[in-house]
Antibody, heavy 122, light 107 residues
Framework: EVQLVESGGGLVKPGRSLRLSCIAS????????MSWFRQAPGKGLEWVGF??????????EYAASVKGRFTISRDDSKSIAYLQMSSLKTEDTAVYYC?????????????WGQGTLVTVSS | DIQMTQSPPSLSASVGARVTITCQAS??????LNWYQQKPGKAPKLLIY???NLETGVPSRFSGSGSGTDFTFTISSLQPEDIATYFC?????????FGGGTKVEIK
């Protein structure tokens, strides 16, 4: 059974850093691109970025709102995707979801984690 | 960036009613559109991909159509368990972008 479990969320002050983890199981992690999305309280969904699978070089893409501040990485040996967030702003407050892309380049996100809440506040 | 305009923002319908949601892209996105269902406190769930393909295990009362800039999502017979917010999402170009969502309630 495919499972994605996020962790690492919490309360953090503006300007600080936080790292989220997404532990995957039930599939060959290295073969899949992994994406991060977020949803501010009571708001819609926003794509954050993704990291391609091993076969596609493990390259990354980011939304403009986080580029230069957020970094997505992966440890295929542990089946974990990471979202390193730095220079956090109050507008980064959201539930963060990690997802799996079923087919490379198809952006068909068939499995989602339960989400982890990040609150940026002084 | 591609903007996705979804309407209506909310709707209320009776059990058994036909429900239609529209999504309009700011430019031609071919059929590169997904539809998701999100229940309160839960992660989104992929229902429709490539504008009209039903995800495995999703009830056949859900359907999608359209191409280019105009898309439609339909629930043929609304059920109580369909209470949720529905989102469209384009993947023709990065950044991926979503419609604002449609909250569906039972009348």
């Amino acid at each position: 059974e495919v499972q994605l479990v996020e962790s690492g969320g919490g309360l953090v002050k503006p300007g600080r850093s936080l790292r989220l983890s997404c532990i995957a199981s039930g599939f060959t992690f290295s073969d899949y691109a992994m994406s991060w999305f977020r949803q501010a309280p009571g708001k819609g969904l926003e794509w954050v970025g993704f990291i391609r699978g091993k076969g596609y070089g493990g390259t990354t893409e980011y939304a403009a709102s986080v580029k230069g501040r957020f970094t997505i990485s992966r440890d295929d040996s542990k089946s974990i995707a990471y979202l390193q967030m730095s220079s956090l702003k109050t507008e980064d407050t959201a539930v963060y979801y990690c997802t799996r892309e079923r087919h490379p380049g198809a952006y068909d996100f068939d499995y989602w984690g339960q989400g982890t809440l990040v609150t940026v506040s002084s | 960036d591609i903007q996705m305009t979804q309407s209506p923002p909310s709707l209320s319908a009776s059990v058994g009613a036909r429900v239609t949601i529209t999504c309009q892209a700011s430019q031609d996105i071919s059929n590169f559109l997904n539809w998701y269902q999100q229940k309160p406190g839960k992660a989104p769930k992929l229902l429709i991909y490539d504008a009209s393909n039903l995800e495995t295990g999703v009830p056949s009362r859900f359907s999608g159509s359209g191409s280019g800039t105009d898309f439609t999502f339909t629930i043929s017979s609304l059920q109580p368990e369909d209470i949720a917010t529905y989102f469209c999402q384009q993947y023709d170009n990065l950044p991926l972008s979503f419609g604002g969502g449609t909250k569906v309630e039972i009348k």
